[in-house]
């Protein structure tokens, strides 16, 4: 069985400081983990994924996350928040032994302050 | 442009009227899936596809069909629909190995 959670369902963060969005996550195997956003009115966009090699992968409009095995986690980083990146944060896992579509999590709404 | 179409983007129906939303990409992906959004829930799977021909049940099937007859077409059925079935819908593809999916903008149901 494959699961993500994200435990927190708003983060605010002023402009211009560092944000971090958080995800955990349990397969049998191995995963593969992804980030989509959603903003207002649209569809989800890719912004990275983990499949396998670097820990550190690094994304769209900025953005970077980090595999972290011994925790479980997958959370989403940015140096320098912008206004324009207030969306909705969706982290997702496949277990590579598993299911062959990913689970998505419940969302975590991100709000920049200017 | 490399893209998954759905329609209709907005629907209101009333219960027990049949619907079919519609979902097609153009990226000759063979794997398919539709989600459901509900605030505080996320995203959950109704139902997905391998290939045509093949599907499987989601975590939310109940009160969903869907069939895979063309690789490029994967239609969401709603025999008899109920309130509970309002939603946000999103039709999603992708690859094998590529494994980012593609989603499409999304189909707004209000079942009264």
């Known amino acids: 069985a494959q699961s993500v959670a994200q435990p927190e369902d708003q983060v605010n963060v002023a402009e211009g400081n560092p944000l971090t969005v958080k995800c955990t996550y349990s397969?049998?195997?191995?995963?593969?983990l992804f980030w989509y956003v959603q903003y207002p009115n649209r569809g989800l966009q890719f912004l990275l994924k983990?499949?396998?090699?670097?820990?550190l992968v690094k994304g769209s409009y900025g953005f970077e996350a980090e595999f972290n095995k011994s925790q479980t986690s997958f959370h989403l980083k940015k140096p320098s928040a912008l206004v324009s990146d207030s969306a909705l944060y969706f982290c997702?896992?496949?277990?590579?032994?598993?299911?062959?579509?990913?689970?998505f999590g419940r969302g975590t709404s991100l709000i920049v302050h200017p | 442009e490399a893209q998954v179409t759905q329609n209709p983007r907005y629907l209101i129906t009333v219960t027990g009227k049949k619907l079919t939303v519609t979902c097609s990409q153009n990226?000759?992906?063979?794997?398919m899936s539709w989600y459901r959004q509900d605030p505080g829930l996320g995203l959950r799977q109704i139902y997905y596809?391998?290939?045509?021909?093949?599907?499987d049940k989601g975590d939310v099937p109940e009160g969903y069909k869907v069939s895979r007859k063309e690789k490029r077409n994967f239609p969401l059925i709603l025999e008899s629909p109920s309130p509970n079935q309002t939603s946000l819908y999103f039709c999603?593809?992708?690859?094998?190995?590529?494994?980012?999916?593609?989603f499409g903008p999304g189909t707004r149901l209000l079942v009264l």
């Open positions: 999603a593809s992708s690859s094998p190995g590529q494994e980012t999916q593609y």
């Open positions: 397969v049998s195997g191995n995963p593969y």
């Open positions: 983990y499949i396998t090699g670097d820990n």
């Open positions: 997702a896992v496949r277990d590579r032994g598993g299911s062959y579509i990913p689970t």
């Open positions: 990226m000759n992906h063979e794997y």
């Open positions: 596809s391998m290939n045509v021909e093949v599907t």
